[in-house]
Structures are given as structure tokens and as C-alpha cells.
């Protein structure tokens, strides 16, 4: 079943007030995200994986990747395109708090090079997306197509409306999408942006669908 970007933020908001707050949602969504990337790349703890964040939640899920990566051995940087204290969200700041505790991912706010790894994470934009690609977002999709290496793209690829199915210029080209509880109905009209994608739950109670749904 496909649903609405308004369904899945209406159903996110009522697990929230059931007490399955947003920040465990984003803690499943990223170890799931994870678990489908340790399964195409099975020899990630030799790997270097990059992350570009979003100042937003889809941002705050590739924040969750660094430290599960991390704890697989993998070579990590997280660059987060904008600085810390402009993280929009509560759940993400908090995660960003934790990888500052940890000298085993590498943090950088903003940057004017990026490195090239043989893995790459797109948590850039999300169901958040709205007009116009600005900068620095632009740049950061810009350069993720611009390289070779294995591409997971996180819940949609970013640039990608996951509403419409309309992309923006520039947009991810990813190998894989992971996308959570439940297809987004923009998303299967790009095959071409998303390549395989996987639908996986991230604990949100099913009763949070009621009366959305
Ligand atoms: N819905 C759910 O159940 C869950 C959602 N999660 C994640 O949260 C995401 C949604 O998070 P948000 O609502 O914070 O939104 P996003 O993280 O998708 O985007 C919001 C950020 O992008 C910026 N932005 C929006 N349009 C832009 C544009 N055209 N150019 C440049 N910047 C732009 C905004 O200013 C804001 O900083 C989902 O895609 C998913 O990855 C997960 O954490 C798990 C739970
Ligand atoms: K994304």
C-alpha cells in the first residue's frame, strides 16, 4: 500500500503521543537502513563510508548510520551541510551529540572539498523536501552523482518529491533506497533515481494508523 507524505507524518505524530517517540523511530530507521546496507556491501568494516546529512530528520537518520557503521568497523565521516547548532530537530541534535563523543567517525560541519569513499549515504533531504534545491544541497547531490561508488539513498532519494514523483534538478541517482514503515506513492515512479528500494517498519505501532489510514 502506498500512502501520503501528510499520512506518514500524521501516523509518525500519533506513534509519538502513544509514547513511541520520534527519536526511536529514527534509531530503527537507521539500524535498518544499515542492516539492508551491511547485506549489498558485506565487507563494509573495510570500507570508507561517507554520510552527507540534511539539517533535518533525514539527516538525524544518517547520524544514526555513523554509529551503527562505526560499530561494524566501518571508516566513517558524517559531513552535516550546515553547523550543528542549526540542527532543526531535538532527535537529530541528540544523535549528533552522541557521534561528538566518538573518535571513531569523523565530524565535519560544512566543508569545501569532499572526500571520496567507497560508500555513500544520502541523507540529505527527505519527505521534507520543499522547491528548489538550495545550496549547500545542491552541491552535496551534485557530488554524490558525481562519484562512482556504491550509493544508498535514505527514505528517498534527495531531490526526489516523494509525494509527486517529481525530480528536482540536481537529484540523487542511488542504487538503493531504504525507505520506512511504508512506500511513499512518489517514490515508485523513479526507478531510475532509486534504484531497488526496501520498505522497512521502524516500530511504529500499527494503532498509530488509525483514523489516517
Ligand atoms: N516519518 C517518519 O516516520 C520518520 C521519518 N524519519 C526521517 O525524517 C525525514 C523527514 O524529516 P524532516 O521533516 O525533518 O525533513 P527533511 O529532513 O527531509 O528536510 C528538512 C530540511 O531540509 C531543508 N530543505 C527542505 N527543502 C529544501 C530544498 N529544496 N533545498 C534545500 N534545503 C531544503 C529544510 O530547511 C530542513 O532543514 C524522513 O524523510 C525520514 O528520513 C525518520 O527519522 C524516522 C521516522
Ligand atoms: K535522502
Same mark, same amino acid.
Given at each position: 500500500?502506498?500512502?501520503?507524505?501528510?499520512?506518514?507524518?500524521?501516523?509518525?505524530?500519533?506513534?509519538?503521543?502513544?509514547?513511541?517517540?520520534?527519536?526511536?523511530?529514527?534509531?530503527?530507521?537507521?539500524?535498518?537502513?544499515?542492516? +539492508? @546496507?551491511? =547485506?549489498?556491501?558485506?565487507?563494509?568494516?573495510?570500507?570508507? %563510508?561517507? &554520510?552527507?546529512?540534511?539539517? #533535518?530528520?533525514?539527516?538525524?537518520?544518517?547520524?544514526?548510520?555513523?554509529?551503527?557503521?562505526?560499530?561494524?568497523?566501518?571508516?566513517?565521516?558524517?559531513?552535516?551541510?550546515?553547523?550543528?547548532?542549526?540542527?532543526?530537530?531535538?532527535?537529530?541534535?541528540?544523535?549528533?551529540?552522541?557521534?561528538?563523543?566518538?573518535?571513531?567517525? +569523523? @565530524?565535519? =560541519?560544512?566543508?569545501?572539498?569532499?572526500?571520496?569513499?567507497? %560508500?555513500? &549515504?544520502?541523507?540529505?533531504? #527527505?519527505?521534507?523536501?520543499?522547491?528548489?534545491?538550495?545550496?549547500?544541497?545542491?552541491?552535496?547531490?551534485?557530488?554524490i552523482n558525481g562519484?562512482?561508488?556504491?550509493?544508498?539513498?535514505?527514505?528517498?532519494?534527495?531531490?526526489?518529491?516523494?509525494?509527486?514523483?517529481?525530480?528536482?534538478?540536481?537529484?540523487?541517482r542511488?542504487?538503493?533506497?531504504?525507505?520506512?514503515?511504508?512506500?511513499?506513492?512518489?517514490?515508485?515512479?523513479?526507478?531510475?533515481?532509486?534504484?531497488?528500494?526496501?520498505?522497512?517498519?521502524?516500530?511504529?505501532?500499527?494503532?498509530?494508523?488509525?483514523?489516517?489510514?
Amino acid at each position: 500500500m502506498e500512502i501520503s507524505v501528510r499520512q506518514m507524518y500524521d501516523i509518525e505524530e500519533n506513534g509519538h503521543k502513544m509514547g513511541f517517540l520520534k527519536k526511536f523511530m529514527m534509531e530503527n530507521a537507521g539500524a535498518a537502513a544499515v542492516r +539492508r @546496507l551491511c =547485506e549489498r556491501v558485506p565487507d563494509i568494516a573495510s570500507k570508507e %563510508v561517507l &554520510i552527507l546529512s540534511g539539517m #533535518g530528520n533525514n539527516g538525524g537518520d544518517g547520524l544514526v548510520m555513523a554509529r551503527h557503521l562505526a560499530g561494524h568497523g566501518a571508516r566513517v565521516t558524517v559531513i552535516l551541510l550546515g553547523t550543528h547548532d542549526r540542527i532543526r530537530t531535538e532527535e537529530s541534535s541528540w544523535n549528533w551529540s552522541i557521534l561528538k563523543k566518538m573518535p571513531s567517525v +569523523r @565530524l565535519m =560541519e560544512g566543508c569545501d572539498s569532499y572526500p571520496r569513499p567507497d %560508500v555513500m &549515504i544520502d541523507a540529505v533531504l #527527505g519527505t521534507g523536501i520543499a522547491g528548489d534545491i538550495r545550496e549547500p544541497y545542491a552541491s552535496a547531490i551534485r557530488h554524490i552523482n558525481g562519484t562512482e561508488c556504491f550509493t544508498m539513498a535514505v527514505d528517498v532519494p534527495s531531490g526526489l518529491n516523494p509525494e509527486t514523483g517529481l525530480a528536482a534538478t540536481p537529484s540523487v541517482r542511488a542504487d538503493v533506497t531504504v525507505t520506512f514503515h511504508k512506500m511513499k506513492r512518489g517514490i515508485p515512479q523513479r526507478p531510475d533515481l532509486t534504484g531497488r528500494v526496501y520498505v522497512e517498519k521502524i516500530g511504529i505501532p500499527p494503532e498509530a494508523e488509525e483514523g489516517v489510514l
